[in-house]
């Protein structure tokens, strides 16, 4: 089982930042990637960011540019640093890594940008 812990949500005003953290713990070997997905109310969940433990990074087109995905692997935390938040932007955040073909999820933190 791999254990992830998320903090660093909030309400905050477009324009505005949060950073994200993500913490990984128990059988944390063999952990080939983590990344952070969203889900709005009546919306299905989407890939926000993604790092693999190689460093290869992904982002949705959506957050280009704003949002920046980063690892500490010493650590085995992930984090999200989101600039330039938008209203449309408000989801609960959800950490996610995969390991030996299994995908394990965060409790989720929610992250609300008011207009």
């Known amino acids: 089982q791999v254990h992830l812990v998320e903090s660093g949500g909030g309400l905050v005003q477009a324009g505005g930042s949060l950073r994200l953290s993500c913490a990984a713990s128990?059988?944390?070997?063999?952990?080939?990637?983590m990344g952070w997905y969203r889900q709005a109310p009546g919306k299905q969940r989407e890939l926000v960011a993604g790092?693999?433990?190689?460093?290869?990074?992904n982002y949705a087109d959506t957050v280009k540019g704003r949002f920046t995905i980063s690892g500490d692997n010493a650590k085995i935390t992930v984090y999200l640093q989101m600039n330039s938040l938008k209203p449309e932007d408000t989801a609960v955040y959800y950490c996610?890594?995969?390991?030996?073909?299994?995908?394990?999820w965060g409790q989720g933190t929610q992250v609300t940008v008011s207009s």
């Open positions: 996610n890594a995969g390991r030996l073909g299994v995908h394990y």
């Open positions: 128990g059988r944390i070997f063999s952990i080939y990637g």
């Open positions: 790092i693999t433990s190689s460093g290869i990074i």
